[in-house]
């Protein structure tokens, strides 16, 4: 059974009606439920059980430090995707051989930071930034652990602007120069290869490319082992996506059943980073109607006190969310267009959307929202961002408590 679940008539997350977290939190507001986590976490734990495997939550995706807190006493480690993230990765309690760093841009600082903490693994994206490792470390007296991010020149099938696998993305090493790059950087004091990476994009319904980036890994790790590169591990980064429609989706026992009999063939260790696989399905955004307007043709705008300051993703890659009031209603649906309040035409959450006859002051729910929502927000407007509870078994807990003007002013003079 869902953890949003709707017997009572009104919806509740882990039976915490969600109309009492918004008395007591105000709206906007994210929610999220914690066993929906843990069971999407224990999901790929048991799928790739039998194989030596790690999993590092992708903390791009939601990094609030309950969120990061909870991931980490299930058994996780992170992947960390700035200075920032490493920062908040230590705050949440991991241990720097529990967190790996990736990024396309990483600086002298992150990288120094990196170093000195030693972590499990730098993902190191060009031959530049593997010379730049090696002067840093070599700096300190270290030698730092990396993992060579090769660019398989594969495509996600996901959406353009969440693709990262092919030749034209900026990311990762070209396949062809990689053997040459790992040869080149071997022998080098203050670097030491431990293993190659791979993360060819985001939200990935089709398992098919998922399975050619862990064979290219094989593949090359092999070969490098030819030539006196060992590696001992194999990150093939996150991706997998899930159903924001209703649509049937691979499971994370699919997506094992396509990746360990190429994994199997190496025996190296794999290194998992699941984002939104994680923690999509474990949030919905809660939201108030403050305004109905009757648009030309019968349509009615449904303007929403979040937008795309709370929940960007609709703009910025078309994204869809289902949407609902959150009391079950039998009033006839009408097409509406779930807006924000934002002074932007493209603050738009639903088009064309069919909803029981909505009222003003009704609490509206967005579903799926628990990845890449409230990481992504954001004060335009001058709006403070929301508070977020974190439900498990009956009880909620604030994890994020909503920004207040003076928050928003803290920084200036
Ligand atoms: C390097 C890397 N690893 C992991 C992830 C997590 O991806 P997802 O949330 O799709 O699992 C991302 C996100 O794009 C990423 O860039």
């Not at 953890?3 to 509740?12: N, Q």
């Not at 579903?367 to 409230?374: E, K, L, M, N, V």
Request: hydrophobic share 40%; charged share 25%; with cysteine.
């Amino acid at each position: 059974m869902s953890a949003f679940d709707r017997s009572g008539g009104a919806l509740s997350c882990e039976r915490v009606p969600l109309a009492d977290l918004a008395a007591a939190h105000g709206t906007p507001l994210y929610v999220y439920s914690a066993t929906t986590i843990a069971e999407r976490y224990r999901a790929v734990d048991q799928a790739f059980a039998g194989y030596p495997h790690a999993m590092h939550y992708a903390l791009k995706a939601n990094s609030t430090l309950g969120i990061a807190r909870y991931l980490r006493s299930l058994g996780a480690g992170a992947d960390a995707n700035s200075g920032g993230e490493i920062e908040i990765a230590l705050r949440a309690g991991f241990t720097p051989p529990q967190i790996v760093f990736t990024g396309v841009g990483k600086t002298d600082t992150e990288l120094g930071r990196a170093i000195d903490l030693g972590v499990r693994s730098i993902n190191a994206e060009s031959e530049n930034e593997l010379v730049r490792i090696e002067r840093l470390a070599a700096a300190q007296g270290k030698r730092a652990r990396v993992a060579v991010r090769v660019n398989p020149d594969i495509d996600a099938r996901s959406h353009p602007h969440i693709s990262t696998g092919l030749k034209s993305n900026k990311f990762g090493i070209a396949l062809d120069d990689a053997r040459d790059v790992c040869a080149r950087m071997r022998e080098r004091p203050g670097i030491e290869i431990v293993g190659l990476h791979s993360h060819v994009g985001s939200q990935i319904t089709e398992l098919e490319p998922l399975r050619r980036a862990a064979q290219t890994l094989v593949t090359l790790a092999r070969e490098l082992k030819g030539v006196g590169v060992p590696i001992d591990h194999l990150d093939i980064g996150g991706g997998l996506g899930i159903s924001y429609d209703g649509r049937q989706v691979p499971s994370a026992e699919d997506y094992a059943a396509v990746v360990l009999p190429v994994l199997r063939d190496s025996g190296m260790t794999v290194i998992l980073e699941p984002g939104r696989f994680l923690v999509g399905a474990a949030g919905v955004l809660v939201s108030r109607i403050i305004d109905i307007k009757p648009q030309p043709g019968g349509k009615l705008f449904v303007i929403l006190d979040a937008g795309m300051t709370e929940l960007i993703r609709p703009m910025l890659y078309n994204a869809y969310h289902r949407i609902e009031p959150v009391e079950s209603s039998d009033r006839p649906g009408v097409l509406c267009d779930v807006v924000g309040p934002l002074c932007e035409t493209s603050d738009t959450l639903g088009k064309d959307r069919q909803l029981p006859e909505p009222r003003v002051g009704e609490l509206m729910v967005v579903y799926d929202t628990g990845a890449y929502g409230s990481v992504m927000a954001s004060n335009y407007n001058r709006r403070p961002m929301p508070a977020e509870v974190l439900v498990h078994d009956g009880s909620a807990t604030l994890i994020k408590r909503r920004q207040t003007i003076d928050d928003l002013v803290a920084l200036e003079s």
